[in-house]
């Protein structure tokens, strides 16, 4: 099974580690060459330097046979094209896209794209904590 | 009518003053502090600060009213394309045009169904494939919703067509002869018409036979 991460920042790369120590054969893209020092010197996937808004890169990454794909480059419209680009193009069954805005991100689940928003991910934890730790005020 | 203008750039700034001018109501989203002073010297209440990617901020542009247009022209491809899918797709926005600043990004716009979008260096290069005969086959206008081009081909010399009658010719399918250009004078394409060295014919033809209409008139690339 062929996966491919897009961004590979501090996320990405870790997210490209735990899907190949679960078997996948994984592929990260960055504008960066830096970025392949985050997968560390054991690193046994793929690795393609690019941006991924551009199709030869993705292609250069596997993505026509990918079965699933990671978007998350700095850049929230960025992930949102591209996520929609691995979709609708090249029929990624299993993409998923990081979203730090979350009007953003809701708007495009919406819209049948799996977005993962750590914001409001980060909203709720800390809410629930709160909620969980202190007494309710009166 | 009311138009909503994402990016106070050049291309921003001045539809928006144009615009006004045409005694349209407009308002102007611009991100950068700098920029969203000298423009607030200029158009005052009629710009905004802020990012025109983000839902609220074009809400308190009025995305809901919603605007008969909106102009999607930041200096960002990505942010481009969200800007009109959230217009179009979350507001019912009519017409979104978007600028396309890489024209290696045009595809993902076709993709997305962006379909109006303007880019400047594909128009530069439009102009300077004009200028070059070589080409053999110009592309003068693309009617991306209707799959059709009007193109312009110079009639040389050794063209298979030089000599024929226009009614004699087997076009490819989906395709037209409109008009040739000849010694100064334009004449519209009669089945009599016979084509000579020279002729620049203008022709509409469906995208996807454009090359055959290049072989059949021109012959086999060089």
């Given at each position: 099974m062929k996966a491919v991460v897009i961004g590979c920042g501090r996320v990405g790369s870790a997210v490209a580690k735990g899907l190949l120590a679960d078997g996948w054969d994984v592929t990260a893209v960055d504008?960066?060459?830096?970025?392949?020092?985050?997968?560390?010197?054991g690193w046994r996937g793929g690795f393609v330097v690019g941006h991924g808004m551009d199709a030869t890169v993705l292609e250069q990454a596997g993505?026509?046979?990918?079965?699933a794909a990671v978007v998350s480059t700095a850049g929230d419209n960025t992930n949102l094209v591209i996520g929609q680009v691995l979709q609708?193009?090249?029929?990624?069954?299993c993409v998923v896209v990081r979203v730090l805005d979350p009007a953003r991100a809701e708007f495009y689940a919406e819209r049948g794209l799996r977005t993962v928003c750590p914001t409001q991910t980060a909203i709720s934890v800390l809410l629930d904590t709160v909620r969980a730790t202190a007494p309710a005020p009166a | 009518m009311y138009v909503v203008v994402a990016g106070g750039g050049k291309v921003g700034a001045n539809v928006t003053r144009t615009l006004l001018e045409m005694g349209h109501e407009v308002t102007m989203i611009e991100q950068r502090p700098d920029r969203f002073a000298l423009l607030e010297e200029e158009f005052g209440p009629v710009v905004m600060r802020g990012d025109a990617t983000e839902i609220s901020v074009l809400e308190r542009a009025g995305i809901a009213r919603p605007p008969e247009l909106l102009l999607a022209?930041?200096?960002?491809d990505e942010d481009n394309l969200v800007i009109s899918q959230i217009g179009k797709?979350?507001?019912?926005?009519?017409k979104a045009i978007a600028r396309v600043?890489?024209?290696?990004n045009q595809a993902h716009f076709d993709l997305l169904g962006i379909t109006q979008t303007i880019c400047a260096t594909t128009s530069v290069l439009g102009l300077v494939e004009h200028e070059?005969?070589?080409?053999?086959?110009?592309?003068?206008?693309?009617l991306q919703k209707e799959g059709l081009e009007i193109v312009e081909v110079q009639i040389e010399?050794?063209?298979?067509?030089?000599?024929?009658?226009a009614g004699g010719l087997k076009l490819p399918g989906g395709s037209r002869l409109i008009s040739v250009f000849r010694h100064g004078r334009t004449e519209l394409v009669e089945p009599e018409t016979v084509m000579r060295p020279g002729d620049q014919v203008l022709a509409i033809v469906s995208n996807d036979s454009a090359l055959d209409l290049r072989r059949v008139l021109l012959g086999a690339p060089k």
């Open positions: 504008e960066s060459e830096d970025a392949l020092m985050r997968l560390g010197s993505v026509s046979d990918a079965d609708k193009r090249y029929g990624i069954g | 022209a930041t200096g960002d797709e979350g507001y019912g926005v009519p600043n890489d024209p290696r070059v005969p070589e080409h053999g086959l110009v592309r003068l206008l693309e010399k050794d063209s298979p067509v030089a000599g024929s009658r």
